[in-house]
């Protein structure tokens, strides 16, 4: 197994006064609870995403991640927001299945565990493998500036932010991808009393595509024990960040800002053991 490092230099004492004027900030501005939030992916040029599903039950600290096939792990961290006002939290996990073929016979099967995650993907090749280019997302939510709406010398319980459970982009849990779908549709399709040859054709055509695991969580709160043929660990920039503050009667703040992984690898793994990724010093 080979392990290698590009970890960045860090300033811890950077990181602190980061922190403390952040927490100034947030004692003038009030409690913020986020009300909504939705994270998109969007794959990488020449990569398409086959399969997603979005988590926010993890519970913080360790973790673990398994795959048959290579795994990026995409740590989000940041010095723009305090703990529950970011788009990623220590309670949540999105998962990209990409392949570089739009239409492709795998099946990927997710199963979430408050501390593991689990991605089988059926039909992968066996070995020899490449990362693509890794993807991106588009985060968008809204905090709830609660304390304005109140009258004065009157208070009332804080609102519970909405909680959006673990799902798959389908209704059922392992739900085939439409790529496949579409595939049992075409086999079923006659023409003359003879099977067309699309199915088949397909088919040989997925022997030639790859596919990659993609898991986005929050870097700050959780060690990852990773086992997958190959691992790499790559850390967030935000960019294109935007704040628009409603007034009353809504008190809300809209946000957005797109997550990017555009800096080299901080760890790179390959081998049958697994590999410990310790989470980011943020404080």
């Known amino acids: 197994a080979t392990v290698q490092h590009n970890s960045p230099a860090f300033n811890p004492a950077m990181k602190i006064l980061q922190k403390a004027v952040a927490c100034v900030?947030?004692?003038q501005s009030g409690f913020?609870?986020?009300?909504?939030?939705?994270?998109k992916g969007k794959a990488s040029s020449g990569n398409f995403i086959i399969h997603e599903e979005y988590y926010d039950e993890l519970s913080y600290g360790d973790i673990s991640v398994s795959s048959n096939v290579p795994v990026t792990i995409q740590r989000y961290s940041d010095d723009e927001f305090l703990d529950g006002e970011q788009p990623v939290g220590s309670n949540v996990a999105k998962v990209l299945v990409t392949s570089d073929c739009a239409a492709t016979t795998f099946i990927p099967q997710v199963t979430w565990g408050p501390d593991s995650v689990q991605v089988f993907v059926q039909g992968a090749p066996p070995n020899n493998?490449?990362?693509?280019?890794?993807s991106s997302y588009h985060a968008e939510w809204s905090e709830d500036k609660y304390w304005c709406r109140q009258p004065a010398n009157?208070?009332?319980?804080?609102?519970?932010?909405?909680?959006?459970?673990g799902h798959a982009t389908s209704s059922l849990k392992y739900a085939l991808p439409s790529s496949v779908m579409s595939l049992l549709q075409r086999i079923t399709r006659t023409n003359d009393g003879r099977k067309t040859n699309e199915a088949r054709d397909l088919l040989l055509l997925s022997n030639a595509c790859n596919v990659n695991v993609e898991v986005l969580l929050d870097g700050?709160?959780?060690d990852v024990?990773?086992?997958?043929?190959?691992?790499?660990?790559?850390?967030?920039?935000?960019?294109?960040?935007?704040?628009?503050?409603?007034p009353q009667p809504e008190c809300i703040t809209e946000c957005e800002t797109d997550i990017m992984f555009t800096g080299e690898p901080v760890l790179v793994f390959e081998?049958?053991?697994s590999l410990d990724v310790p989470s980011v010093d943020c404080f």
């Not at 493998?129 to 890794?134: R, V």
């Open 271 to 273: 081998g049958t053991d």
């Open 220 to 222: 700050c709160s959780h």
């Open 25 to 27: 900030l947030f004692l």
């Open 129 to 134: 493998i490449p990362y693509f280019q890794t």
């Open 154 to 165: 009157t208070y009332e319980p804080v609102p519970t932010p909405t909680r959006l459970k």
């Open 225 to 246: 024990g990773v086992t997958a043929p190959m691992v790499r660990v790559i850390d967030a920039t935000l960019v294109n960040t935007q704040r628009q503050e409603i």
């Open 32 to 39: 913020e609870g986020v009300q909504s939030k939705e994270i």
